[in-house]
Every structure is written in structure tokens, then in C-alpha cells.
DNA sequence: TTTACATACGGTTTTTGTTCGGTATAATAG
DNA sequence: CTATTATACCGAACAAAAACCGTATGTAAA
């Protein structure tokens, strides 16, 4: 299995986000669009790169008809591990320039994931040291499991509820207290959790 | 699986809500008025399109014949998902045909994965309806969280002590006992869990 | 025989992939 | 050092597939 530039690379998870969230494959029109070239020649020089290395697959004159390879369709995704996020008593996140790879069918635009430090979701089973998948949106529902800044001072981890005086923020661990606030920015919602037991 | 298009996959995603909601499937017709077709030889191309990839099927002139396929039917992920296991009172591992992806760095020899019944291991952050991935190994270490075929008659998830007078399989969960026995199969240990969150 | 349906043929328009002939840069072999 | 190769991009023209149209015909069942 030959390795791929950066730059394929990040043409191959584009292809492979695109699909699982459309269904179909994006066109080389959309792929130019979405990295800012002005040539379709340019997208046409990385599909034949990709098909080179065996990472992908069309065929002749058909539209919307790139296929990842099974090799690649299996490989899982690197997603930047943004620092330690406060499950318990609401501490800084700490920026990090890891990673962590995560299944595929859960990554998404904007996704990335934080280690969790603390144990206020307990009792949803998100404990010390999970890793939680994080999508970046603005809009959560009730129940949702967020991130949140509050007065923009702490980052914490609890499930967002919207109410009449303001966002009660509620953690998963009857030892813990919510938190009530007008001044709480969500910076995204919770699409999955990894566990890893090391021995 | 040739892919579709993204006209191709509308089409087929509105045949299978109106078959879901109705229980028979849309005309000709219905389908160009849904899409704002004015003919109904759109609609037979996209139908003969779909038919060509193997996404659908018809008899013949018959009036709403169209089946989806059943690949299509249910879209799968990216790695074999085993089967069904229990962790709380024990029940049969049920095989299924379903598929999971996994990280990489939890992808080993023998490594598939379980979805999880019961809550007997909630104290561990093991919730029903997780995914664990497991590793086939048969000596366990004290503490492991183990797939154990006990009497040769149920699966079950539990934490592995051995003892003087045979295995305990020990619950996560106060609510439940623990299991001794001598006649346990490791089928394997707990090296991950992954959980979905679906909104 | 009417109604509701599917199918067929010969078109046009829009979307999409392909190709040719370039530039620039960096890494690598001779 | 130079020649070569791989990578990354551009602009424009082109050709094929996909999507759609109108109209006509055929089938099955009430």
C-alpha cells in the first residue's frame, strides 16, 4: 500500500466524508470547488494519483462514480485531539497537537475529539480518560451532550438544556450541581465515544 | 455496490420513505410529481438507471412493483460487527450480518466486534446498546472485561477474576451477582468501546 | 370500457468527466 | 551540479453521460 502525500490524503478523506454524509460521490466540479482550484485538471491529476496508489476507483465517463478501495474504505480517520476537556469540575482546555483516529462513519465536518478529564457524565458512561467525538455546530438540541465555554472563562463537558432564564448545563453524576448561565458559547455536541483499554 | 448519483440516490431514498410509509410502492406518476417531472419517461430513466446498478427491481408492467434490493435495503458500515452480547442476564450471542468500523490502533488479529445487551456492566461505562471491540485471546489477566461462553450455553460480558475454586465473572453493576464457575470459555477481552450518539 | 398504471421513442439541456498543453517547485538519481 | 521525475496546479475546449421533455402505445385490473 503505497502512502499518499498530504495533499491526496486530504483529497481522499474529502472524497470519503463526502460519500458518507451524501451517499454518492462528490464530482471533480465540487472537489475543485471545496479546495479552491480553478482547474478540473487539478482534481483530475489526484484522481489518477489516488487510482495510481490504489486508493480509489471510477470508471471511464461516468459521473459521481469514484469508489475508495476496500483497503482504504476500512482505514479510519485522524482527527486533531484539541487537549483535555473538564467532566468534572470545569477546567481550561488544554491544546495538544495529537491525534487519534476514529471510526470513519463518524466523521463529519468540523469533527474532532478531547480527552475527557473528571467524571461529572459518569452516569452516561463517558468516564476519566474517554476520548469524546465532537462535531462542531453552533445549535444543539435539549439532551445533547455539549461542549461548552462558559463566560468565557472554562471549557466543560455536560448536557445542554435550553430554558427561560438561559442554558442550564447538567452533569451526569448526582454529586455534581448544573450549571446555570446566560453566557455559555457551544462549541460543539458529542457524536461518539472511544474507550481504549490498554494492558 | 456501483455507486449512484446524487439524482439517482433522491429518487431511491424517496421510493424507500413512501414504501416505509405506505407499505406499497409509488407510481410513475407520483414520483414525477414529487420531483416536479412533467414526464413520466424522467421518472422510467431514473427507474432503468437504478435497475442497472442493482438498486431496485420490477416485474414487468406491473403497477408498483418496484423493490428496493437488498443491499440497499440496509447500508452497512466498514468491518464486521459479530454479534449481539450480553451484559446483563445472560443471553445467546445472536449473529448478525451488520458491520462496524473501528480505530485503527483498536484493529488487531482476531479483533471483531459486539453490540452490548443489558446494563450489567454500567459501573464500567459499558452501556447497552454500546459497541465493544474485542480481541480473541483465551488467558485473560485478573480485571479483564471478558466474552466468557459459560456451560457451554450463554455468552456473556463480565470482569475476569480467576480464583482458587474456579472463574468469577464479576458484574459492573451492584444490582446483579456475580457468576462462579469452572466451566467458562474465554472468547476474548475488551480492548475498546465505541458509542454512537444519533440525533 | 374506463382508469390507473408502465413502457417506448426521439428529441433537448445540463451536468460531468476527459484531455491537451502548459507553469512551478521540490525531491532524487546520475 | 544537472537531468529527471513526482507533485501540484492552471485555462480552455470538448465529448459523453445524466437528466429531462412530449407524445404515443401497451397492459392490467376494476
Known sequence: MQPLTKRQK??????????NENGYAPSYREIA???????????????????DKEALDNEF????????????????????????IAAGSPIQAIRT?????IPRDMMG???????????????????????VVIEKIEKPKNGDIVVALVDNDYVTLKKYFREKTGIRL????????????????????????IRRFSY
Open 10 to 19: 486530504e483529497i481522499l478523506d474529502f472524497i470519503a466524508i463526502y460519500v
Open 109 to 131: 465536518k468540523n469533527t474532532f475529539a478531547l480527552k475527557v478529564r473528571g467524571d461529572s457524565m459518569e452516569d452516561e458512561g463517558i468516564l476519566d480518560g474517554d476520548y
Open 33 to 51: 470547488e471545496h479546495f479552491g482550484f480553478s482547474s478540473l485538471a487539478s482534481v483530475a491529476d489526484h484522481i489518477q494519483a489516488l487510482k
Open 97 to 101: 497537537r495529537e491525534t487519534i483516529s
Open 170 to 193: 447538567q452533569p451526569a453524576n448526582s454529586r455534581y450541581r448544573p450549571i446555570l448561565t446566560k453566557n455559555a458559547t457551544i462549541q460543539g455536541k458529542v457524536k461518539g465515544v
Open 61 to 84: 465517463n461516468v459521473a459521481r462514480s469514484i469508489q475508495l478501495t476496500p483497503q482504504f474504505e476500512e482505514q479510519t480517520f485522524d482527527v486533531p485531539l484539541m487537549g483535555a
